[in-house]
């Protein structure tokens, strides 16, 4: 059974990065055809999708997010990870590790993190 476990921080001052973890067990990030997302919500914009890495380390980004983040994968440890730069209170959500399959339904969910950024 795949598990995904969000990590990281709970509060951020504005400016600085966000920085959230993603452990997966119980299955492999490099399996075909899968995706791993990070997707965020919070009340005054409801769910957003960031972006994704595939299972052989490609990765998009949406374009509302493009310019300050970044998601990497560490195969060794089984896991991947979103940096998110120059934080604002605005990026104050519940931040969720997804897997997307093969039939681009996104089918698991991490249980999420709460991320508040303030001073």
């Known amino acids: 059974q795949v598990q995904l476990q969000e990590s990281g921080p709970g509060l951020v001052k504005p400016s600085q990065t966000l920085s959230l973890t993603c452990a997966v067990s119980?299955?492999?990030?490099?399996?075909?055809?899968?995706?791993w997302s990070w997707i965020r919500q919070s009340p005054g914009r409801g769910l957003e999708w960031m972006g994704v890495?595939?299972?052989?380390?490609?990765?998009f980004y949406s374009p509302s997010f493009k310019s300050r983040t970044s998601i990497s994968r560490d195969t060794s440890k089984n896991q991947f990870s979103l940096q998110l730069n120059s934080v604002t209170p605005e990026d104050t959500a519940v931040y969720y590790c997804?897997?997307?399959?093969?039939?681009?339904?996104?089918?698991?969910w991490g249980q999420g993190t709460q991320v508040t950024v303030s001073s």
């Open positions: 119980g299955g492999s990030i490099t399996a075909r055809f899968y995706a």
């Open positions: 997804v897997r997307e399959s093969r039939d681009s339904l996104y089918d698991l």
């Open positions: 890495i595939t299972f052989d380390g490609s990765t």
